[in-house]
């Protein structure tokens, strides 16, 4: 999913396994890919949260603290919803044993992406972590020479792993790590006021008036209602920032197509792009991804994820690269 990863290593984490018995056993993706039409088919964004700073906000490693980066607070938003669970906490299960805290027999955890160095020298190919980011498609990594030629250097390969959610764990050092880890969160005032600043500070222009949220890439402006017209700042916040992701796609940006009509599968991609972008940057500005407009598109993400389990984690890279043009990190820090 990320840079260069050798084809066998790619295929292993989209295609389904063959049994002993010669039947074949659904992969990681396909599953969670299933468990997502289910949810849409029934009427359900899986993926948008109302922003809860008192269960935690963020989605964070139980243990460590670390919050989860790139593209996976999306996925651990979705493991929460399809278990049920209002606690962002998560941790693997060798992580968690060695804390003496244990999965629920029966629990099943979520599988994220961590990215790894490879090296074309190394025997292991991994020289190991390089943070917790979402997915790309495969690109080379490479550095160049003071002769100007190019030179291979490595690539990143992202690799899945299982987390389980603190819902599902038991053991007696849990609770005392569940405090020791809280940081104080910061006032709904402060909040508000970072998003405007931060969704401010992109370039493109935005008007206010109407009924109706949209970007228009023939003006390369954001139309908004007015903010009274919303029932919460929060919303306002959420809607302006979806708006922000559609304008990424912009040919003297990212270049996606944004000419498909309502109903085409070019405009249910660009929509999903920005929907998931949303829930990122809603993620990282604290606001939440409760657009309160419903999306009518439920159907035609449905028709997009049928096609291949692999089209949600292209369209997963591309919301984070969205989300990476429009809001730098120094930015959010």
């Known amino acids: 999913m990320a840079a260069v990863s050798p084809p066998s290593r790619q295929r292993s984490t989209s295609r389904s396994k063959r049994c002993k018995d010669g039947a074949e056993q659904p992969s990681s993706a396909e599953l969670l890919v299933a468990a997502i039409i289910q949810l849409l088919e029934a009427g359900t964004t899986p993926w948008r949260r109302v922003w809860d700073s008192t269960g935690g906000g963020h989605h964070v490693n139980l243990l460590s603290g670390h919050r989860y980066r790139g593209a996976n607070p999306i996925l651990l938003t979705l493991g929460m919803h399809l278990r049920g669970s209002v606690m962002p906490y998560w941790c693997g299960f060798a992580e968690a044993k060695a804390h003496g805290v244990f999965p629920r027999q029966g629990s099943r955890g979520i599988r994220i992406l961590r990215p790894q160095l490879i090296c074309p020298g190394d025997a292991a190919g991994s020289v190991g972590s390089v ?56 006032s709904e005032p402060e909040r508000l006021a970072a998003a405007e600043t931060i969704l401010s500070a992109w370039p ?34 959420a809607t302006w920032a979806h708006e922000a992701i559609h304008s990424t796609g912009h040919a003297s940006r990212l270049k996606r197509d944004l000419g498909g009509r309502m109903g085409s599968k070019a405009y249910a991609r660009e929509e999903l792009i920005a929907e998931l972008g949303s829930v990122l940057l809603g993620d990282q500005l604290e606001i939440g991804s409760a657009i309160e407009n419903h999306a009518a598109y439920l159907g035609h993400w449905v028709e997009l994820l049928k096609e291949s389990p692999q089209v949600l984690f292209q369209v997963l890279g591309e919301a984070r690269r969205a989300v990476e043009v429009s809001v730098p990190h120094h930015q959010l820090d």
């Open 204 to 237: 493109v222009p935005v008007s206010h008036g109407g009924d109706k949220a949209c970007y228009l890439p023939q003006l390369d402006r954001i139309q908004l209602p007015e903010r009274a017209a919303f029932h919460s700042a929060a919303g306002f916040y």
């Open 131 to 186: 943070g917790s980011g979402g997915q790309d498609p495969p690109k080379a990594t490479t550095s160049r020479p003071a002769d100007g030629s190019s030179a291979e250097r490595g690539w990143v390969s992202f690799r899945p792993v299982v987390v389980f959610n603190a819902s599902d764990l038991q053991g007696e050092k849990l609770a005392a790590r569940r405090s020791a880890e809280q940081v104080a969160p910061r």
